[in-house]
């Protein structure tokens, strides 16, 4: 079976403050399976942004320097639920998405 999803990028945005970041909002309407397509609308859900303390990070010798941390997953802006966009913030001074970015989405009904 082959599949794929169509939609947009519903919202693009640089900000400033606290820090430097971007806020991505992606929006999924139609999915084709095996060339039938079908309408969906679905919500972003997770994975969720989770911090852990790196390894080499336990080693370092001041104990006055900061820990280092890995940030897994997606910083999810969840605070307007009837959106349909999908909006998370990737923070950095470069909008990079890596290819093959994993998400999580759960399907909403249809209006």
Not at 21 to 35: C, I, M, P, S
Not at 61 to 83: C, E, H, K
Not at 91 to 99: N, T, V, W, Y
Request: no cysteine.
């Amino acid at each position: 079976m082959t599949y794929y999803r169509h939609g947009r990028i519903g919202r693009l945005e640089e900000q400033f403050t606290p820090e430097r970041h971007y806020v991505v909002g992606l929006e999924f309407n139609t999915t084709a399976v095996d060339g039938a397509e079908f309408r969906f609308h679905a919500r972003l859900t997770g994975p969720a942004v989770s911090y852990d303390r790196r390894p080499d990070a336990m080693l370092r010798q001041d104990p006055l320097m900061a820990p280092v941390w890995d940030a897994r997953g997606l910083d999810i802006d969840s605070t307007d639920p009837t959106s349909r966009l999908g909006v998370f913030r990737v923070r950095s001074a470069k909008l990079d998405i890596s290819p093959g970015l994993h998400m999580i989405w759960e399907t909403l009904p249809l209006d």
